[in-house]
């Protein structure tokens, strides 16, 4: 049987605070309270990461501080303790996994946070009073806490007073029958929310509100213009929504949604942009490419940086002391190029072309006779962007240069992104099938272009080390090596290409690509 | 994890008092202790206000039908939890009897707990039994509590001889004196020798006070209920002498 912790909320009607302390009364002769020490302040700094993900994966983070402790506390879904590490320095800064103090806790966040930042969400002091309750045998069966719960940010708001009856071990029987007893007594409620969503409901936040996925609701019968439009603000959202973290360089997913924002954006525009009103497409196409442009270098640098480990795992010959010059060359561009894309993102360019483009987005309207009508539009974009992947893929060959491999890449980013854009209008199943075919054939082809890319990145970073004289032989010699194991993973991404391809081609693949644009109509 | 018994053949000696302050002291250290209240007398569990009573009864447990983990309760004191005394283990060896390895018996039941607590004191019953080669086989230190007497020192003796001739694994000795009468010449002369002649007997010697007999009026150790008292000093240095005899020298952070 587990220990699970039963909570309630003292509800009150005149909304006056409990005094701290004050416990609902028991009127049950087999059941006493008896004291459970002095009460404890505690200050309280819930973590998560931008997008969510320990919420989401039904977790909660919680440094706490009181008198003499201090401690990050992991708890499940129901409350129950996964992990806690003592901390010496409280958490006041984003902070990623590798800046906690090593042991389990950290080695269960980090599968969950990945590269992400943990970052404060809420904080609040609570003063938790503390009871025992005791059978007939004055034998302490549970501990009954008050917890009188003020947020302090984002907002100070009080909390309603929350009670956690905590079973010992061996009298859960017992504990649930005083729990009963207790959800039976006058202005007591069973609590619905944790004590973590109390805190961020009552600071108005609402958790998971970011996600990077384009999650608007289309229908298959709203005129297209106004279906492009409200994608295209939602990527709008995200885009702005990352910008203050891509900016503060807390970590390197912020700004990977925000260049995926900003290609889905230029997608849409190239294939879909034919009915906004008059040129907007064509004006903005220029502007997005700058915007994704200014991305790049900074992007393709922490690639680099977030595949170092495995680089150095990769070598044979060199050790990581020699390539290790060649990590603080690609931190020192990293820095600099980040000083460059930070510059681009507070440049008034850039403000005046999310405000612009977003007051044009609001002035999108529905066209005469509210044509053309998504569902069909959706439908005819996507088979033709199907049907240029499988004729492009079907002409390459052994003899087909890299370009061939580059363009059917695009092509297939493309037909990817419509897919996803109007996702809301297929079944998730289908989609799910469709999406999965695709993204077999898309991971083929970016190891193919992606290591063909590090690779003549890498003679760049080779030639510039050698010409400051600032490395040692040692070094370009294991860059060497990776040079060399970048050429074999080019060389066996080329070799499944026919099988990847001869998948997605198939009459089932081509089917479950139609099947989509056929529901779509 | 390390397994401590209080044991002697003989009853009355102290074995009781001693495997609740030595366990609450363990715990308090911040070590995670299970007592397992072996006598069919019940004294532990009645000093801790436990029930009396197994589930399935000691028959079940030893059958293994059902998980000791289940039967185990909580104390009122942080990371001191009790497996509580059963009526029918006074059929213990009946029991124990009855199964393939009967003398590794209580060694296999208690393998399962080896991740959740670092110390398992058994509080056992008075006898030479079927049971006592148990604890004898999953013990790694057995605490024997004497009244200094000669015969007491014999009964040493032959339980040290004992415990050299089992097969395989064999508990360290700790003796100790216990229920001292200061004014009795021949308990003073036997407790103030013997600890500089032998290595198996304790430093720290715990005399007959009434704080130690109080401990059933007040239902908690002499230790917690009256830690600053002349009882609970003893068996704080009976504490450390257990500790370092049972090779339990690092306490657990957060203690």
Same mark, same amino acid.
């Given at each position: 049987?587990?220990n699970?912790?039963?909570?309630?909320?003292?509800?009150?009607?005149?909304?006056?605070?409990?005094?701290?302390?004050?416990?609902?009364?028991?009127?049950?002769?087999?059941?006493?309270?008896?004291?459970?020490?002095?009460?404890?302040?505690?200050?309280?700094?819930?973590?998560?990461t931008?997008?969510?993900?320990?919420?989401?994966?039904?977790?909660?983070?919680?440094?706490?501080?009181?008198?003499?402790?201090?401690?990050?506390?992991?708890?499940?879904?129901?409350?129950?303790?996964v992990?806690?590490?003592?901390?010496?320095?409280?958490?006041?800064?984003?902070?990623?996994?590798?800046?906690?103090?090593?042991?389990?806790?950290?080695?269960?966040?980090?599968?969950?946070? /990945?590269?992400?930042?943990?970052?404060?969400?809420?904080?609040?002091?609570?003063?938790?009073?503390?009871?025992?309750?005791?059978?007939?045998?004055?034998?302490?069966?549970?501990?009954l806490?008050?917890?009188?719960?003020t947020?302090?940010?984002?907002?100070?708001?009080?909390?309603?007073?929350?009670?956690?009856?905590?079973?010992?071990?061996?009298?859960?029987?017992?504990?649930?029958?005083?729990?009963?007893?207790?959800?039976?007594?006058?202005?007591?409620?069973?609590?619905?929310?944790?004590?973590?969503?109390?805190?961020?409901?009552?600071?108005?936040?609402?958790?998971?509100?970011?996600?990077?996925?384009?999650?608007?609701?289309?229908?298959?019968?709203?005129?297209?213009?106004?279906?492009?439009?409200?994608v295209?603000?939602?990527?709008?959202?995200?885009?702005?929504?990352?910008?203050?973290?891509?900016?503060?360089?807390?970590?390197?997913?912020?700004?990977?949604?925000?260049?995926?924002?900003?290609?889905?954006?230029?997608?849409?525009?190239?294939?879909?942009?034919?009915?906004?009103p /008059?040129?907007?497409?064509?004006?903005?196409?220029?502007?997005?490419?700058?915007?994704?442009?200014?991305?790049?270098?900074?992007?393709?640098?922490?690639?680099?940086?977030?595949?170092?480990?495995?680089?150095?795992?990769?070598?044979?010959?060199?050790?990581?002391?020699?390539?290790?010059?060649?990590?603080?060359?690609?931190?020192?561009?990293?820095?600099?190029?980040?000083?460059q894309?930070?510059?681009?993102?507070r440049?008034?360019?850039?403000?005046?072309?999310?405000?612009?483009?977003?007051?044009?987005?609001?002035?999108?309207a529905?066209?005469?006779?509210?044509r053309?009508?998504?569902?069909?539009?959706?439908?005819?974009r996507?088979?033709?962007?199907?049907?240029?992947?499988?004729?492009?893929?079907?002409?390459?060959?052994?003899?087909?240069?890299?370009?061939?491999?580059?363009?059917?890449?695009k092509?297939?980013?493309?037909?990817?992104?419509?897919?996803?854009?109007?996702?809301?209008?297929?079944?998730a199943?289908?989609?799910?099938?469709?999406?999965?075919?695709?993204?077999?054939?898309?991971?083929c082809?970016?190891?193919?272009?992606?290591?063909?890319?590090?690779?003549?990145?890498?003679?760049?970073?080779?030639?510039q080390?050698?010409?400051?004289?600032?490395?040692?032989?040692?070094?370009?010699?294991?860059?060497?090596?990776?040079?060399?194991?970048?050429?074999?993973?080019?060389?066996?991404?080329?070799?499944e290409?026919?099988?990847?391809?001869?998948?997605?081609?198939?009459p089932?693949g081509?089917?479950?690509? /139609?099947?989509?644009?056929?529901?779509?109509s | 994890?390390?397994?401590?018994?209080?044991?002697?053949?003989?009853?009355?000696?102290?074995?009781?008092?001693?495997?609740?302050?030595?366990a609450?002291?363990?715990?308090?250290?911040?070590y995670?202790?299970?007592?397992?209240?072996?006598?069919?007398?019940?004294?532990?569990?009645?000093?801790?206000?436990?029930?009396?009573?197994?589930?399935?009864?000691?028959?079940?447990?030893?059958?293994?039908?059902?998980?000791?983990?289940?039967?185990?309760?909580?104390?009122?004191?942080?990371?001191?939890?009790?497996?509580?005394?059963?009526?029918t283990?006074?059929?213990?060896?009946?029991?124990?009897?009855?199964?393939?390895?009967?003398?590794?018996?209580?060694?296999?039941?208690?393998?399962?707990?080896?991740?959740?607590?670092?110390?398992?004191?058994?509080?056992?019953?008075?006898?030479?039994?079927?049971?006592?080669?148990?604890?004898?086989?999953?013990?790694?230190?057995?605490?024997v509590?004497?009244?200094?007497?000669?015969?007491?020192?014999?009964?040493?003796?032959?339980?040290?001889?004992?415990?050299?001739?089992?097969?395989?694994?064999?508990?360290?000795?700790?003796?100790?004196?216990?229920?001292?009468?200061?004014?009795?010449?021949?308990?003073?002369?036997?407790?103030g020798?013997?600890?500089?002649?032998?290595?198996?007997?304790?430093?720290?010697?715990i005399?007959?006070?009434?704080?130690?007999?109080?401990?059933?009026v007040?239902?908690?150790?002499?230790?917690?209920?009256?830690?600053?008292?002349?009882?609970?000093?003893?068996?704080?240095?009976?504490?450390?002498?257990?500790?370092?005899?049972?090779?339990?020298?690092?306490?657990?952070?957060?203690?």
């Amino acid at each position: 049987m587990l220990n699970a912790v039963r909570e309630f909320v003292l509800v009150q009607a005149d909304e006056a605070r409990t005094p701290a302390g004050s416990f609902p009364q028991l009127a049950d002769p087999r059941f006493s309270l008896a004291s459970g020490g002095p009460s404890r302040r505690l200050r309280r700094t819930w973590l998560d990461t931008f997008d969510w993900r320990l919420f989401r994966a039904g977790l909660s983070l919680e440094f706490s501080a009181g008198r003499g402790t201090s401690e990050l506390v992991l708890t499940g879904r129901d409350g129950e303790l996964v992990a806690v590490e003592p901390v010496t320095e409280p958490i006041r800064r984003p902070c990623l996994i590798d800046e906690l103090p090593a042991g389990p806790l950290s080695e269960h966040l980090a599968s969950v946070v /990945g590269v992400r930042a943990l970052l404060p969400v809420a904080r609040a002091t609570s003063v938790l009073t503390q009871r025992r309750a005791l059978n007939a045998d004055e034998k302490t069966i549970a501990v009954l806490t008050v917890d009188q719960m003020t947020l302090t940010q984002p907002r100070r708001v009080p909390t309603p007073p929350r009670v956690a009856i905590s079973p010992l071990r061996g009298y859960q029987a017992q504990a649930a029958r005083l729990a009963d007893l207790l959800a039976l007594a006058p202005g007591v409620a069973p609590a619905v929310h944790s004590a973590f969503e109390s805190a961020l409901r009552a600071a108005g936040r609402n958790p998971g509100d970011y996600t990077s996925k384009i999650d608007v609701q289309l229908t298959g019968d709203m005129p297209a213009a106004l279906a492009v439009a409200t994608v295209l603000t939602r990527l709008l959202d995200t885009m702005q929504a990352n910008v203050p973290g891509t900016i503060r360089d807390i970590d390197t997913e912020f700004l990977h949604d925000l260049r995926i924002a900003v290609r889905r954006t230029r997608s849409v525009l190239k294939m879909a942009g034919s009915v906004l009103p /008059g040129s907007m497409a064509a004006r903005y196409r220029p502007e997005f490419k700058w915007l994704g442009d200014l991305t790049t270098p900074t992007r393709d640098l922490d690639v680099y940086l977030l595949g170092y480990a495995q680089m150095v795992a990769g070598l044979v010959a060199g050790t990581e002391p020699e390539l290790r010059p060649f990590h603080e060359y690609l931190e020192a561009q990293r820095a600099a190029s980040q000083r460059q894309l930070a510059r681009g993102l507070r440049s008034a360019r850039f403000t005046h072309l999310s405000s612009r483009w977003r007051h044009e987005l609001e002035q999108v309207a529905a066209p005469p006779g509210r044509r053309p009508a998504t569902g069909k539009f959706a439908a005819s974009r996507i088979a033709r962007a199907h049907q240029r992947v499988l004729r492009n893929g079907s002409v390459i060959n052994a003899a087909s240069p890299p370009e061939a491999l580059h363009e059917l890449r695009k092509l297939c980013k493309e037909l990817r992104y419509l897919l996803e854009v109007f996702a809301s209008l297929h079944d998730a199943a289908a989609q799910w099938r469709a999406v999965n075919e695709l993204k077999a054939l898309q991971d083929c082809l970016g190891e193919f272009q992606d290591t063909e890319v590090q690779q003549a990145e890498l003679r760049v970073f080779a030639r510039q080390l050698m010409a400051d004289r600032s490395v040692p032989a040692e070094t370009i010699l294991a860059m060497g090596e990776i040079a060399a194991t970048l050429a074999l993973r080019q060389r066996a991404a080329r070799g499944e290409f026919a099988g990847r391809f001869a998948g997605f081609a198939s009459p089932r693949g081509v089917a479950r690509i /139609g099947a989509l644009s056929g529901a779509a109509s | 994890m390390k397994v401590v018994a209080a044991y002697n053949i003989k009853g009355g000696v102290g074995k009781t008092a001693t495997a609740v302050n030595i366990a609450y002291l363990a715990a308090a250290d911040g070590y995670r202790v299970l007592l397992w209240d072996l006598d069919p007398q019940a004294a532990a569990s009645f000093l801790f206000r436990v029930k009396p009573r197994v589930k399935g009864g000691g028959k079940a447990l030893i059958a293994g039908k059902r998980p000791v983990d289940l039967a185990i309760k909580a104390t009122d004191f942080d990371n001191l939890d009790l497996l509580p005394a059963d009526f029918t283990y006074r059929n213990l060896d009946l029991h124990l009897d009855g199964e393939r390895k009967p003398a590794t018996r209580l060694r296999s039941l208690l393998s399962p707990l080896r991740r959740e607590y670092d110390l398992v004191m058994l509080d056992c019953p008075p006898s030479i039994s079927l049971l006592s080669e148990n604890v004898l086989h999953a013990t790694d230190l057995l605490l024997v509590p004497l009244i200094p007497t000669t015969l007491s020192v014999r009964t040493l003796d032959q339980l040290t001889d004992f415990v050299a001739g089992l097969d395989g694994h064999r508990p360290k000795i700790l003796a100790f004196f216990s229920m001292i009468d200061r004014r009795k010449r021949l308990h003073l002369q036997i407790a103030g020798e013997l600890p500089a002649r032998r290595t198996d007997v304790a430093v720290t010697a715990i005399p007959a006070l009434s704080m130690i007999e109080r401990m059933s009026v007040q239902r908690a150790p002499v230790t917690a209920s009256s830690p600053r008292s002349q009882a609970a000093r003893y068996y704080r240095e009976l504490w450390q002498e257990v500790r370092e005899r049972a090779g339990l020298s690092r306490a657990r952070p957060g203690s």
